[in-house]
């Protein structure tokens, strides 16, 4: 296939940004390799860009319509949720550095003490009609204890400084979700250049530190010019997305200026809607395939989505699963990115096998051995 010499120049910007990854050696070569992957992939096709031209014009009732016939359209396996590639060549990586090693490779634990696996809760504010939605949705999170972050679109819809001022004082985060969400963030650099600047007001009008893309589309490179502390626009994996790609690896990443926090989870409006699933076993399934890789379950929900009891029900159904696993530590984006940063300035000194640097108080070595013992097993096998 060819490709025009402007995408070709974006991808090797792309590559060139300053990247480090949640593991050194082989198996951080595997992470970057997906990466790049995704990077390559990350483009809206012809069909696409038309189509999101065009949008403005078409009702409602229609888009939805389209959507829906191009995701019954699609042939996915029944694992569709898992990144098989990626975990194919995870399981290669790390056990030849089992193989290999001389002596027991110690590696920063992903979380701080005494955490197995993280988790986050997003959510995608879409229209107004979601905005109203929102204060019903946080204190059902609240009474299971849980706080999330909350990513409004800054010009679409008439954004209401009280009501986030008082999600921020009930302890949850406020992100910001593209331009006006109408699809063409990404069209050209032209474009992303024009409504930089207003992004980043309005990251500074709600004092946030996080971004996630409309559809989420993406461009790393452009990405920097935001003044942010993370993006959360990719995926591990997502065959529904209409820019395809899937970075594969489910930790944090330094990219550039920013922490990438990848979304991996499917999306509610995938299971709830498109697949019409009515209770939460592929949730639950990918949250256990991500505990064993001592990994960050991120999840995006929209509160426009979550309007029926019986979509409502699955949520709550997941979110009392998830509040059951006392090995996970629920946090926050901007504590994951904070924490992130403080693991990747971190160091084990070989003399004293203990940790040097920001991430020696809550932080602790561990063998990698122990570490992916499970996940290099088959995905149904029981704890030994
Ligand atoms: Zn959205």
Not at 23 to 51: C, T, W
Not at 161 to 175: Q, S
Request: glycine share 6%; charged share 25%.
């Amino acid at each position: 296939q060819p490709r025009t010499a402007p995408s070709n120049m974006n991808s090797m910007e792309s590559e060139n940004l300053p990247r480090r990854f949640a593991f050194d050696g082989p198996m951080g070569d595997v992470i970057e390799q997906h990466l790049n992957d995704d990077i390559r992939s990350a483009r809206l096709s012809r069909k696409f860009k038309i189509y999101y031209r065009l949008r403005p014009w078409l009702p409602i009732f229609l888009r939805q319509r389209l959507q829906r016939k191009r995701n019954r359209g699609m042939e996915v396996d029944a694992d569709w949720y898992l990144p098989k590639d990626f975990i194919h060549d995870w399981r290669q990586a790390v056990s030849d550095v089992l193989a290999q090693q001389s002596a027991e490779t110690l590696v920063i634990h992903p979380w701080p003490e005494p955490y197995q696996f993280a988790s986050v809760l997003t959510h995608d504010v879409e229209t107004w009609e979601g905005v109203k939605l929102v204060p019903a949705l946080a204190e059902l999170e609240e009474k299971l204890g849980f706080r999330s972050a909350w990513n409004f679109i800054p010009y679409k819809y008439n954004i209401d400084a009280g009501m986030l001022d008082d999600l921020a004082a009930r302890g949850h985060e406020i992100g910001i979700h593209g331009y006006n969400h109408d699809g063409r963030l990404f069209e050209s650099r032209g474009t992303f250049n024009r409504r930089s600047g207003p992004i980043n007001d309005a990251l500074d009008r709600y004092r946030s530190i996080g971004f996630r893309a409309p559809m989420v589309h993406r461009n790393l490179t452009w990405l920097q010019q935001l003044n942010i502390q993370y993006d959360a626009s990719c995926f591990d994996v997502d065959p529904f997305q209409a820019m395809p790609g899937g970075v594969g690896s489910p930790w944090p990443m330094i990219v550039g200026r920013f922490v990438e926090l990848p979304y991996t989870l499917p999306q509610d409006h995938t299971l709830l809607i498109a697949l019409g699933e009515t209770t939460p076993r592929i949730w639950i399934d990918k949250l256990a395939y991500l505990r064993r890789m001592s990994a960050m379950a991120m999840l995006i929900t929209h509160p426009d989505y979550l309007d029926t009891q019986t979509r409502l029900n699955v949520y709550h159904a997941f979110l009392e699963h998830l509040s059951e696993q006392s090995d996970c530590w629920f946090a926050l984006p901007k504590d994951v990115a904070d924490w992130w940063r403080q693991r990747d300035a971190s160091r084990i000194d070989s003399a004293t096998n203990q940790i040097t640097g920001p991430a020696s108080s809550q932080g602790r070595p561990i063998a990698l051995r122990e570490l992916f013992v499970q996940s290099d097993s088959h995905d149904h096998r029981t704890h030994s």
